[in-house]
T-cell receptor
């Protein structure tokens, strides 16, 4: 079945630094990648949608200059949290859609970001 | 955007009993409705889904029903087991997934 590999699984960084999270589709072409953020005991909130080779579309209230998304190929999308602050600490999950997924959504394993 | 409401927020059931979670949505054009189970710190796991051309789908102890006219769908878990304890999310697809708030299910042994 469709597999999305997400790295790192957890990361601790200092305030003011940047962190990059990668999601790779291993056995299918991810034409669209979705990035979610999940705070403790809350639901998954969509941050942005990216299509390969295009600029990402951000949800209302999500700062595009803070959360940089790159989807340069059909197998790789990255989310960079710039100038991270403690309030950015959260669980970030990617989800891919594309050929080979039976038109469903395949989730990465998530990244636990802690900003200290 | 899509507005998805999910109830109840918590559900405690005795092992062997049934659990039912309900979701409503706002966009009548939506046609794909998945349910996910999420354990702490892990990715959501698809447990069952339904498309708008059917009213019910069953997979062993899990079933989903869909009422497109009323814009609501429900997850039914029968013969609950302790390993069913988790957070369950409904979602609605309108070219992107919108999630309900989640239901924490606890199965008491």
């Amino acid at each position: 079945g469709a597999v999305v590999s997400q790295h790192p699984s957890w990361v601790i960084c200092k305030s003011g630094t940047s962190v990059k999270i990668e999601c790779r589709s291993l056995d299918f072409q991810a034409t669209t990648m979705f990035w979610y953020r999940q705070f403790p005991k809350q639901s998954l909130m969509l941050m942005a949608t990216s299509n390969e080779g295009s600029k990402a579309t951000y949800e209302q209230g999500v700062e595009k200059d803070k959360f940089l998304i790159n989807h340069a190929s059909l197998t790789l999308s990255t989310l960079t949290v710039t100038s991270a602050h403690p309030e950015d600490s959260s669980f970030y999950i990617c989800s891919a859609a594309g050929q080979g997924t039976n038109y469903g959504y395949t989730f990465g394993s998530g990244t636990r970001l802690t900003v200290v | 955007g899509e507005n998805v409401e999910q109830h109840p927020s918590t559900l405690s059931v005795q092992e062997g009993d049934s659990a039912v979670i309900k979701c409503t949505y706002s966009d009548s054009a939506s046609n794909y409705f998945p349910w996910y189970k999420q354990e702490l710190g892990k990715r959501p796991q698809l447990i069952i889904d339904i498309r708008s051309n059917v009213g019910e789908k069953k997979d062993q102890r899990i079933a989903v029903t869909l009422n497109k006219t009323a814009k609501h769908f429900s997850l039914h878990i029968t013969e609950t087991q302790p390993e069913d304890s988790a957070v369950y999310f409904c979602a609605v697809d309108d070219y992107k997934l919108s999630f309900g708030a989640g239901t924490t299910v606890t199965v008491r042994a």
